[in-house]
Nanobody
Framework: QVQLVESGGGLVQAGDSLRLSCAAS????????MVWFRQAPGKERDFVAA????????VYADSVKDRFTISRDNARNTVYLQMNSLKPEDAAVYYC???????????????WGRGTLVTVSS
């Protein structure tokens, strides 16, 4: 059974940093690209960042470029999202997802985690 478990969310102030983790089990982690999405209340689930199977390629949404960094540790079956200079508009539930091929469309994901909440106060 595939499980993706996010952690690291919480309440921070604008300008602070936070690191999210997503631990994967039940799949061959290195065979999957990993992707972070986020969903704010009343809005659609949007792409945030993606990383290729080897970690050699990364893709970011324009809204987080230069502030967020996605990385992975295939030995630990974990993907990370380092979020710096957080803004109130970054507040959302953050989800990690696994995709056989590096994609940014939520409809192309093979597996999803349940999410972790990030709240940013101004």
């Amino acid at each position: 059974q595939v499980q993706l478990v996010e952690s690291g969310g919480g309440l921070v102030q604008a300008g602070d940093s936070l690191r999210l983790s997503c631990a994967a089990s039940g799949l061959t982690f290195s065979n999957y690209a990993m992707v972070w999405f986020r969903q704010a209340p009343g809005k659609e689930r949007d792409f945030v960042a993606a990383i290729s199977r080897s970690g050699g390629r990364t893709v970011y949404a324009d809204s987080v470029k230069d502030r967020f960094t996605i990385s992975r540790d295939n030995a630990r079956n974990t993907v990370y999202l380092q979020m710096n200079s957080l803004k109130p508009e970054d507040a959302a539930v953050y989800y990690c997802a696994a995709s056989i091929i590096l994609r940014t469309n939520r409809d192309d994901m093979n597996y999803w985690g349940r999410g972790t909440l990030v709240t940013v106060s101004s």
